[in-house]
């Protein structure tokens, strides 16, 4: 998935991926990203959900490739926000919440900074296929031996290669990040598309989402 591909999407708006609401999985297992240190969002677009967790009194660390999500994130959420160079990145520096503007893979562990916990919602599940190891490799690249990670995946049966997002199953989950991370399902949701109308809009019998935390071995 080229950079060229996100650009368009937030050009054109086609950010089917964004929630308007705080992710409810955050909302019920936020105990997993501890209580110390930073929370490293990677591909945060322009997530409401980093301004609860510093609602909450975390710090916050995204990383988001196009400038379209991050102007928004700080226009919509009214925050005031200075920005500086930070080596190839652009960052956008506010109280309780900083971006970093450019490539999730080319950031490096001493550029981010020592971090507590990372919150993916939507960064593995926006990865194809084949990028998808080359993403965990990196995470684990960037945080120090014990950080917790919550990641929320949702998975269906109805052509997991399309995407974005793409639906992701437990086995590569454990296949992409075992060797880097323990991994524990702290809960599982199976939605069908009788309990939500959404699921039938987009042609689904049913999907299942599953909240992982992981930790750096």
Known sequence: ???????????????????????????????????????????????????????????????????????????????PVDRVGRGEFLEYQ????????????????ALLGPVGAVYDRAALIAMPPGMRRAYADQ??????????????????LKDPQSGPPFAVPQSEIREIFGGHFSIEIVESERRTADDDPQLAEQGLAWREETVYRLCRL
């Open 1 to 79: 998935m080229k950079a060229e591909f996100w650009h368009t999407r937030w050009h054109e708006n086609r950010i089917g991926f964004h929630q308007a609401e705080i992710n409810r999985f955050l909302r019920r297992h936020i105990q997993v990203l501890g209580t110390e240190g930073p929370v490293f969002v990677p591909l945060c677009g322009k997530s409401r959900d980093m301004s609860w967790l510093a609602e909450q009194g975390r710090e916050v660390i995204g990383i988001e490739l196009s400038p379209l999500a991050v102007e928004a994130f700080f226009r919509e959420q009214e925050i």
């Open 94 to 109: 506010s109280a309780g919440v900083t971006i970093l503007l450019g490539d999730y893979f080319r950031l490096t562990a």
């Open 139 to 156: 995470m684990a690249s960037l945080v120090g031996r014990g950080t917790p990670v919550l990641l929320v995946a949702p998975f269906s």
